[in-house]
């Protein structure tokens, strides 16, 4: 599965962002899609999972009540609502996809988008 991630960029502090990864190869198969982050001098860190269809995802604490994550299969595409945006929430925004969700939340997902650098000002 190949991974394209869009939609970073420079937001206030409490503003809101949106971030899109679109799956394309072989999307036939279930797999868990998620989002990871990595911000300067610190290492990658899970953000957000979801299984396939859906019914299923799971949040690190620090975003839980600021962030979703939902997926729409028609167009292969895992989306990821951020708001009430921190500074602290400054990084390089990845996202994955495997077929085990422990591989996706534990950054070891065969598959990975180029990242997307989300800046939020104070």
């Known amino acids: 599965v190949q991974l394209q991630a869009s939609g970073g960029g420079l937001v206030q502090a409490g503003g809101s962002l949106r971030l899109s990864c679109a799956a394309s190869?072989?999307?036939?198969?279930?797999?868990?899609m998620g989002w990871l982050r990595q911000a300067p001098g610190k290492e990658r860190e899970f953000v957000a999972a979801?299984?396939?269809?859906?019914?299923?995802?799971t949040y690190a604490d620090f975003v839980k009540g600021r962030f979703t994550i939902s997926r729409d299969n028609a167009k292969n595409t895992v989306y990821l609502q951020m708001n009430s945006l921190k500074p602290e929430d400054t990084a390089v925004y990845y996202c994955?996809?495997?077929?085990?969700?422990?591989?996706?939340?534990?950054?070891?997902?065969?598959?990975w988008g180029q990242g997307t650098l989300v800046t939020v000002s104070s």
């Open positions: 190869g072989r999307t036939g198969s279930p797999y868990y």
């Open positions: 994955a996809a495997d077929a085990a969700l422990r591989a996706v939340v534990a950054g070891n997902s065969g598959s």
């Open positions: 979801i299984n396939w269809s859906g019914s299923m995802s």
